[in-house]
């Protein structure tokens, strides 16, 4: 069994940051994107951000120059540095994970239960 653990959300005004975290566990041999969703509330869920484990990122137009997404291998986690936040950022945030399954090479799609992030005006 895998799962990853998102923490870090919480209450910002706008224009300050926030850093969330997630850890994956489990029968884990390797895992190639971690990425973060949000889904706002009456919206769709959206990519935020992705990281391979090679290091290239992608971002979505939204956040692009304002938040960072980076991962430890090592220890399987991603973080998500989130800069000059903004009302429109308040979402519920989920990690997300590609994982190949140890001892099975399945490739096993993992999401968090979400971290809240809301940002006052």
């Known amino acids: 069994q895998v799962q990853v653990v998102e923490s870090g959300g919480g209450l910002v005004q706008a224009g300050g940051s926030l850093r969330l975290s997630c850890a994956a566990s489990?029968?884990?041999?390797?895992?190639?994107?971690m990425g973060w969703y949000r889904q706002a509330p009456g919206k769709q869920r959206e990519l935020v951000a992705a990281?391979?484990?090679?290091?290239?990122?992608n971002y979505a137009d939204s956040v692009k120059g304002r938040f960072t997404i980076s991962r430890d291998n090592a220890k399987n986690m991603v973080y998500l540095q989130m800069n000059s936040l903004k009302p429109e950022d308040t979402a519920v945030y989920y990690c997300?994970?590609?994982?190949?399954?140890?001892?099975?090479?399945?490739?096993?799609?993992?999401w968090g239960q979400g971290t809240l992030v809301t940002v006052s005006s």
């Open positions: 997300n994970a590609d994982v190949v399954v140890g001892g099975t090479w399945n490739h096993l799609e993992v």
């Open positions: 990281i391979i484990s090679g290091g290239s990122t």
């Open positions: 489990g029968s884990i041999f390797s895992i190639n994107v």
